[in-house]
């Protein structure tokens, strides 16, 4: 401890002021508890990007193609994959990387600088198959895709939704628009819509009045058999997408942010990530069944609707339809009825976010945000009228880097996150960093962990565990704090001396009691501090640390400190493992 950092302390120690009872921090910071770093060879400004599927990570890291298998090894080894087709030494970049159909791993393309693709999957046995290339336009890594059967959907914003296969014949492409669109996830319909592709995008209108950029938030929907129009009106193009306007809060939350989904049993649920013009950000939570059917019934928002044929209907040959309605088309056709989410918006005043990830955790759901600082929140979801709980924060990098993906591997509990230059992996049920204690761990609110008896640790994913802390399995008896072989600290008269309360909770209050009078603490980065600036005899006595969380009131810490009687002596900081506690001395 130098003289600097005392004197940091002696500021925290004036500025210490008591925490509000409504809590938008997280409630526990995480630096390096469970977090894995990568390194890689010249790794300024390289880009990555990351795909979770077949229960593999898989990234791509400026051209290369690296896949990352927690059950064997944690590096991530690189993939051979060579994506020209007839010239071996062409150079193409990774541009499309999705999941792959048939049982294949995965499905990818590679552009050349001359702008000819080549696509292929990859097969169990991570060999390429099922080739074919195509040229004219090119698809872009950090746009959405998706592979349905042999079909590739990709977007480009500014233009829209493409779909390509082997067979030509059947390539559509969108409609040239003037509009700013940025194009954040493609998911295909379920159940009696699996016919349906559906598009979550972001369209930035110039609004005349005001001279002002607006975003609106909006879905798409189209049906995957539509072949285009005939010669001449909407050939190659889509003859059945439809639109309806998302709706999270009162129309303030327009700038859709990104989108994540989950899986009910019935289901599939959005979350999307909405920031308003002040940057706040909030999440809304929508569904298909609901989404679908405003598609299939709501009035349209325009005149002359067709009556020979409900626009957005599937037929089985699009290049049939009338010209009534492939003119009624090529407006782009809106829904009266817009989009609202399931309940209010989650809003986060306080929070920047820029990525979300959603996992389902013992009948919970988690969100994982990223902030724009380089941090990761993770969320409980709670009744909208609730307010939201900051489970844990975890810095991975350091402040002020931009996260530029985020991908959770629902599986293993893992979530990887990219920056610029990194690629760190988060295990989510870390459950130590809590504490040692059934209430610690009961206080954490974290459905990765459960209490076993010993220790927080992981949960199984879908089981209802109940840390009751009242009834076995409890906590183990020797970790209650009890007054009996307390470390009695020697401090020499007139000498600085500080005492640490270590802090988990920054939802907690935490004070020291010395002799049974409640004395202050001092908050730094390194706990709850009780500053003695020079050590007389009424400093002498029993010092105990306390925090009160949820009615919960528990003692951390606890020591005896007395005076030294020579002068020479230099006080010996006697351990006691059970009270988990760091206590640092300064000799002036
Ligand atoms: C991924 O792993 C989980 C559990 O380990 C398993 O239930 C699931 O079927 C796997 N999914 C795939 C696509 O292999
Ligand atoms: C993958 O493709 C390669 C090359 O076409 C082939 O030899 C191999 O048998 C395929 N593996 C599987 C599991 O189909
Ligand atoms: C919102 O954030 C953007 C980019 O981070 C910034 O340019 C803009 O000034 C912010 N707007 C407000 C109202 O703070
Ligand atoms: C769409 O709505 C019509 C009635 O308006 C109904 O008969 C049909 O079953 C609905 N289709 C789907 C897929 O929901
Ligand atoms: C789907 O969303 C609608 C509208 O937000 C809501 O009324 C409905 O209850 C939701 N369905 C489910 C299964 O949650
Ligand atoms: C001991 O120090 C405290 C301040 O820390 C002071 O208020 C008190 O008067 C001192 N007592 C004696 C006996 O010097």
């Known amino acids: 401890m130098n003289v600097n950092s005392c004197m940091f302390l002696l500021l925290m120690w004036t500025s210490y002021a008591c925490a509000s009872k409504i809590h938008h921090n997280a409630r526990v910071t995480v630096k390096n508890e469970g977090i894995s770093r990568f390194a890689f060879e010249n790794s300024n400004n390289i880009f990555i990007k990351l795909l979770s599927a077949s229960n593999i990570t898989w990234v791509v890291i400026n051209e290369r193609l690296y896949y990352i298998d927690t059950t064997q090894d944690f590096r991530p080894k690189p993939v051979n994959v060579n994506l020209c087709r007839n010239d071996l030494t062409c150079a193409a970049r990774v541009s499309v990387l999705t999941e792959g159909a048939n049982g294949n791993l995965l499905f990818l393309c590679g552009t050349t600088d001359e702008e000819k693709t080549m696509c292929c999957s990859l097969n169990s046995t991570f060999s390429l198959t099922n080739c074919f290339d195509f040229e004219h336009y090119k698809p872009d890594i950090n746009e959405p895709s998706l592979l349905v059967g042999d079909m590739l959907y990709f977007t480009l914003s500014e233009k829209g939704l493409y779909r390509i296969n082997k067979n030509k014949e059947r390539n559509i492409w969108p409609p040239s628009t003037q509009t700013e669109q940025k194009y954040l996830k493609l998911i295909a319909g379920e159940g009696q819509h699996k016919d349906k592709m559906y598009s979550f995008f972001a369209e930035k209108h110039k609004n005349k009045e005001d001279e002002s950029d607006q ?3 909006r879905v798409s929907q189209n049906c995957m058999n539509d072949k285009g129009g005939p010669k001449g009106q909407l050939q190659s193009s889509w003859t059945s997408m439809i639109y309806a306007r998302l709706e999270c809060g009162k129309r303030d939350f327009t700038q859709l942010i990104d989108v994540a989904t989950i899986k009910t049993t019935h289901d599939t649920k959005i979350y999307a990530l909405f920031r308003n013009y002040w940057n706040m950000s909030a999440v809304c939570v929508y569904n298909m069944t609901e989404i679908s059917t405003i598609f ?3 009035q349209f928002n325009a005149n002359n609707v067709p009556v020979s044929h409900r626009p957005g209907t599937c037929v089985v040959d699009s290049t049939q339809l009338n010209g009534e309605v492939l003119t009624f088309m090529k407006e782009r056709p809106e829904m009266k009825q817009t989009v609202k989410p399931e309940n209010g918006p989650l809003i986060f005043r306080h929070h920047h976010y820029s990525h979300i990830q959603v996992d389902r955790v ?6 994982l945000l990223s902030l724009e600082s380089g941090g990761v929140h993770k969320v409980l979801e709670r009744p909208v009228q609730e307010p939201v709980f900051v489970i844990a924060e975890y810095l991975p990098f350091p402040h002020g880097s ?11 509990n893992l979530l990887y996150a990219s920056s610029g230059n990194e690629l760190i992996q988060i295990d989510l049920a870390t459950c130590g960093v809590y504490g040692n204690e059934c209430v610690e761990c009961r206080l954490s609110r974290d459905p990765y962990c459960k209490w076993d008896g010993l220790q927080c640790t992981i949960a199984e994913k879908t089981a209802q565990d109940t840390n009751n802390c009242d009834k076995p399995p409890y906590d183990a008896p020797s970790r209650t704090i009890t007054g009996a072989n307390v470390p009695v600290i020697s401090v020499q008269p007139s000498s600085k001396y500080f005492l640490v309360c270590p802090v988990i909770s920054h939802h907690a209050t935490y004070h020291w009691y010395h002799s049974g009078t409640l004395e202050e603490c001092a908050s730094t980065d390194e706990g709850c501090i009780y500053l003695i600036e020079s050590m007389n ?6 010092y105990r640390c306390e925090y009160t969380e949820n009615g919960i009131t528990k003692t951390v810490s606890y020591y005896e400190l007395s005076m030294s009687l020579s002068n020479g002596f230099i006080p010996i900081l006697i351990p006691h493992a059970l009270l988990l506690l760091t206590a640092f001395h300064i000799l002036l």
């Open 296 to 298: 299939n019934s709501s």
């Open 215 to 217: 975003w609106i938030p």
């Open 537 to 542: 005899k009424t400093h002498e006595g029993s």
């Open 402 to 412: 931009s996260i530029a993906s985020m991908i959770l591997h629902t599986s293993e």
């Open 362 to 367: 013992q009948d919970s759901t988690v969100l």
